[in-house]
């Protein structure tokens, strides 16, 4: 499905995922005004939680940076079609892999769910790496 | 390049982390030995820092506590005391404090008329740093180089000055100039102190003689100084190398049954970790304890390793109950570290099935209050409230709590009063005419007798049984007062501790004056209550003939001191033939007790 993502909808793509993270940290500034428990008294959720809303959305703007970069320097669409869903999804791992794992998580570490950030970092090292490793010029994939 | 190629080179890490994380999780929970049971008793003893690298709040919360600090190496910040050159006279022995060139604590003691040194010793150990703080030396004295003995000196925190060990027993003053006298409470560490200031601790008594038990000695040795994690939780070393796996980390989610999880224990087991050392008992094998430790393992039964000392307890089949007088006539213990025995007395307790009270209700030992360790919200009524109704109209005491009436200030220990850990209910008129046992009421009701805090009972709602007779003595003075000059030496002291409290509802000034008396009861640490109650309650005026006043001085020391502290606050309210008649009788209850 994200294999179609156009450069228009991974700009947009990426805004969106900016303002979910933002939004993310109201929450938790609510939660601490609120002294909310579970939160004030937990301090793995609230590290967790925070990681979560700090990686969100700097990979949220790191994912518009890739946008405009593979633009810029003419990406090859092939690998640009590719670069794209990586940097979308990379970034929503990340972001929600600590997020989720620190609202379920056990006493001394985080949940099952944040084995997916490492998951999500590759793929978006990989997007970075390629977008700025492969030329405009460089020879299509496929058969020669 | 294939076609794949560059969803491979982007996604293809990511797929095979996923893989990996698959594989692992599933070895992780399919291998037995993850989650199997473990034998913790084989466990490695791991110490509170490789504890604090998963759990650092919980560390940091102990590193707050008085356990921490139980037992330490005698160097840096863990000696309180100055060690510059201080001396103490006590019994005709001179104590002197140094420092060695290394600036380690010295302690040197020699008879105040000359001689060779009692004692010539570096301190190797500190004990405690609440109340008082004890010290420990390395001195073979036939039980080998390992062994080591508690020092006949402590530093007291609160006013910041040296005692005699022999000063702080509730017991008669002892023969002056008499060294094993002296040298009463030079008790070895090995086979005492280690037991309950130290994380599972092995005495090692050893035949040093190989097989002819002609020399018995010590190869001790501890987990860790001071009460630990392990301590409460069991060894650790299974549980460090079973969570060492990340995948088992994640998936265990919520504990490891290879330690113990005090919170998730029955109220009985649970109040059995305290019991350990805060509950007096009596080894199934004793042998064994001094070879190997007591064999507990926190988490199981301590019932399976001892039994608590009570009044009725007996010893290798005798018919003697050598520890009743540790406990009130009612059986409810009187000392310190039998907060269990109170417990499992108490009618909450439910027999330590779920659902009861253990010491865990109210006590935390990871909360924010290192003194008294009482849990957050379950300070004075809130402790009760959970199971109780709170009823503002209850006792009819605006300003006294559930624990002033249900958990009096009848317990002594470290030359302090301290609450009961049985929880009961007062009944005064029960005890009129009785003089063996303090009661809630009057320990409070400082200028009462029983009689009167009978009488009071059905006006404040309450049930009590009708007052019986009274002792010709319950018309002289209240019944506090009639403890302090005639009760045991616990009564003794609680009774000055008590006209210390700050609820009580008499003025300071007809308290001092009741209190000059007891400056020269016969035991050291009544006399030392009494000017501690003294100092509490007394003004600034008072301050300086106070301070003249030493309650471990010899007696024609403290005469000129008490003399002048008499004809500032004038009598008693005792006649001489009263005071004598009631000291009279406390010559017919002498005891030595401990700590």
């Known amino acids: 499905m994200l294999r179609g993502v156009s450069p228009e909808r991974h700009l947009r793509l990426s805004l969106a995922l900016l303002a979910l993270f933002l939004a993310t940290g109201l929450w938790l500034e609510a939660m601490i005004g609120l002294r909310a428990a579970g939160w004030v008294d937990d301090p793995l959720r609230r590290e967790f939680l ?95 | ?75 840096g910040a863990a000696v309180l005391a100055p060690f510059a050159g201080e001396s103490l006279v006590y019994q005709g022995f001179r104590a002197t404090m140094t420092r060695t060139g290394f600036g380690l604590p010295h302690l040197r003691v020699e008879a105040v008329d000359g001689g060779p040194p009692l004692l010539d010793v570096d301190v190797a150990l500190t004990v405690g ?69 130290n994380t599972q601790p092995v005495p090692g008594l050893v035949d040093m003689a190989k097989g002819t038990g002609e020399a018995m000695g010590f190869a001790s040795r501890v987990g860790e100084f001071g009460i630990a994690c392990e301590a409460c939780h069991g060894p650790a070393g299974a549980h460090v190398e079973r969570q060492g796996d990340p995948a088992r980390r994640l998936l265990g989610g919520a504990g490891d049954p290879a330690v113990a999880h005090p919170g998730r224990l029955t109220p009985g087991d649970e109040s059995g970790l305290c019991g350990r050392c805060h509950g007096n008992r ?13 064999g507990f393992l926190p988490g199981e039964p301590l019932a399976s390793v001892s039994r608590p000392i009570f009044a009725d307890s007996r010893v290798g089949g005798s018919e003697e109950t050598p520890f009743a007088a540790r406990f009130w006539p009612d059986g409810t213990p009187r000392l310190s570290a039998y907060e269990y025995q109170g417990l499992l007395q108490s009618p909450c307790h439910q027999g330590g099935a779920p659902g009861g009270l253990g010491c865990n209700h109210c006590h935390d030992m990871h909360g924010d209050e290192p003194d008294m360790q009482v849990r957050a919200g379950r300070k004075r009524a809130d402790g009760c409230v959970g199971c109780h109704t709170q009823d503002a109209s209850h006792g009819g005491h605006r300003t006294v709590d559930c624990q002033g009436c249900h958990m009096p200030r009848i317990t002594y220990g470290l030359l302090e009063g301290m609450i009961s850990h049985r929880v009961s209910s007062p009944d005064p008129g029960a005890w009129v005419g009785r003089h063996d046992q303090p ?46 000059h005639g009760g045991d030496p616990v009564q003794r002291g609680l009774a000055a501790h008590a006209l210390a409290r700050a609820e009580v ?80 009788r406390q010559d017919t209850t002498l005891l030595s007790i401990g700590e």
């Open chain 2, 505 to 584: 509802p008499v003025p300071a000034a007809i308290r001092l004056a009741w209190l000059v008396d007891a400056l020269e009861d016969g035991y050291p640490a009544v006399r030392w209550m009494a000017w501690r109650a003294m100092q509490r309650l007394a003004g600034p005026e008072l301050g300086g003939v106070l301070a003249d006043y030493d309650p471990h001085a010899e007696a024609a020391l403290r005469v000129p001191a008490v003399d002048a502290l008499r004809a500032r606050l004038g009598p008693g309210p005792l006649t001489e033939a009263q005071r004598l008649a009631l000291e009279a």
């Open chain 1, 50 to 144: 925070r990681l979560g809303h700090a990686h969100g959305g700097i990979l949220a703007l790191l994912n518009l940076g890739v946008g405009l970069a593979i633009e810029r320097l003419a990406t090859p669409e092939p690998w640009a079609r590719v670069i794209r869903p990586a940097g979308l999804c990379g970034a929503l791992l990340v972001g929600f892999g600590f997020i989720v794992g620190g609202l379920w998580h056990g006493p001394t570490d985080p949940g099952l769910p944040v084995l997916v950030v490492p998951a999500g970092a590759l793929m978006l090292l990989g997007a970075v790496v390629c977008a700025a490793l492969v030329r405009r010029g460089d020879r299509r994939p496929g058969p020669p």
């Open chain 2, 1 to 75: 390049m294939t076609r794949w190629g560059p969803a491979l080179g982007l996604f293809g890490p990511a797929l095979v982390w996923v893989v990996v994380v698959v594989v692992g999780l599933v070895r992780t929970a399919s291998d037995l030995e993850a989650w199997g049971p473990v034998d913790r008793r084989e466990a490695a003893v791991v110490g509170s820092e490789a504890c604090g690298v998963c759990h650092p709040a919980q560390v940091a919360s102990w590193r707050q506590t008085y356990h921490r600090t139980m037992t330490q190496p005698a160097a």
């Open chain 2, 129 to 197: 740093s609440h109340r008082y703080q004890q010290y420990v030396a390395r001195l073979d004295r036939g039980g080998g180089p390992g062994e080591m003995w508690r020092l006949p000196v402590a530093w007291h925190l609160g006013e910041r000055r040296w005692m005699a060990m022999n000063a702080a027993f509730l017991e008669p003053e002892g023969e002056p100039g008499d060294a094993d006298d002296y040298l009463r409470h030079f008790g070895r560490w090995n086979d005492n102190c280690i037991l309950c200031h």
């Open chain 2, 439 to 484: 009661d809630a009421c009057t320990q409070c009701h400082v200028d009462r007798s029983r009689r009167w805090a009978a009488e009071q009972l059905p006006r404040l709602g309450l049930a009590g049984s009708r007052a019986g007779e009274e002792a010709s003595e319950e018309l002289w003075a209240p019944r506090v007062l009639l403890d302090l």
């Open chain 2, 282 to 294: 009596i080894a199934a094998d004793v042998g064994a304890v001094l070879r190997e430790g007591d």
